[in-house]
């Protein structure tokens, strides 16, 4: 559809969004939203993001809820703390920790391989800073390797106050090491990270 010439910019951006928002179900909307969120998430908040009436959000939840119920999903959706998430079936939590935990059935994705490689070579970093080498948010992949214990806290930055990530005893174990001063020598092809900083500054 053209747009009229005298309209503005953000009028037409405006009335894009509008379009989007009505070509997609609130259901479609709200499960994709639930999707990718690490803390349970408020009627209000959805309502506001979907631009949809709380108590039709409210509903439309419920209705979720009730039919991943019925059909016995591997999932759930909880309303718990104020909010709501999606949670693994209590009946199918087995498979998950096997999954999880069992390295010869579930082996580490690339992604996995290469969060671990900058922790071990870089330890102790925060998130933020393996974030930076990888280019990527590594959120999700930082809390399976914790799973898998081969990555551990390591206190906090003193200037930030992040927590610090360190290879575990069971990393050395897996890897046949008596310390990490055994590692290949890699880091010098690693980005300096103190340059790192300085471009993820330059971008915001």
């Known amino acids: 559809m053209t747009m009229p010439e005298d309209q503005a910019p953000d009028e037409q951006l405006d009335q894009h969004e509008q379009q989007l928002t009505d070509s997609v179900p609130l259901r479609t909307a709200l499960e994709a939203i639930l999707m990718v969120v690490d803390e349970p998430v408020g009627d209000v908040t959805l309502a506001q993001v979907t631009e949809r009436p709380t108590d039709e959000v409210a509903a439309a939840l419920r209705g979720l809820a009730a039919e991943y119920d019925e059909q016995n999903r591997g999932f759930e959706l909880r309303e718990v703390a104020g909010g709501w998430r999606f949670y693994t079936r209590a009946s ?23 969060t671990l490689a900058v922790v071990a070579y870089r330890q102790p970093v925060s998130r933020q800073r393996v974030s930076a080498v990888r280019g990527v948010n590594v959120d ?14 390591a206190g906090h930055d003193g200037e930030g106050g992040s927590t610090l990530y360190r290879t575990s005893s069971y990393f050395l174990e897996r890897l046949g090491l008596r310390s990490i001063d055994q590692l290949p020598e890699l880091a010098p092809f690693l980005p300096d990270m103190d340059a790192l900083d300085d471009m993820a500054g330059s971008q915001r």
């Open 92 to 114: 199918a939590s087995a498979y998950v920790e096997k999954f999880v935990l069992d390295g010869q059935q579930a082996r580490l994705t690339q992604a996995a391989l290469e």
């Open 140 to 153: 999700g992949v930082m809390r399976t390797l914790l799973a898998r214990g081969l990555v551990e806290e």
